[in-house]
């Protein structure tokens, strides 16, 4: 049984870094894409960045050039490293895979960007 379990958010100055980890259960990640989403408050939930099961690698663009999402099957984990964070990167970060006939979601996590 496929499960997701998000760790690593937390409130940050602007300018500051987080590592997000997800860790899979069940995935083989060479056979899944797998994907961070994050949710505003009062916004639609929206891809971040995501990694497609031959290593393709997509970032929406506010994102660019700041996040790198990375791991692979040696600790069943998948991280997200956020660098120079700003406020409107504020919200839940999903981590979410599409794994055989199925997508499924961790529970989230909170990243809050003030000062």
């Known amino acids: 049984q496929v499960h997701l379990v998000e760790s690593g958010g937390g409130l940050v100055q602007p300018g500051g870094s987080l590592r997000l980890s997800c860790t899979a259960s069940?995935?083989?990640?060479?056979?899944?894409?797998m994907g961070w989403y994050r949710q505003a408050p009062g916004k639609q939930r929206e891809m971040v960045a995501a990694?497609?099961?031959?290593?393709?690698?997509n970032y929406a663009d506010p994102v660019k050039g700041r996040f790198t999402i990375f791991g692979g099957n040696a600790k069943n984990t998948m991280y997200l490293q956020m660098n120079s964070l700003k406020p409107e990167d504020t919200g839940v970060y999903y981590c979410?895979?599409?794994?055989?006939?199925?997508?499924?979601w961790g529970q989230g996590t909170q990243v809050t960007v003030s000062s």
């Open positions: 990694v497609s099961s031959d290593g393709k690698i």
């Open positions: 979410n895979t599409a794994y055989g006939s199925g997508i499924y």
């Open positions: 069940s995935v083989f990640f060479s056979l899944a894409t």
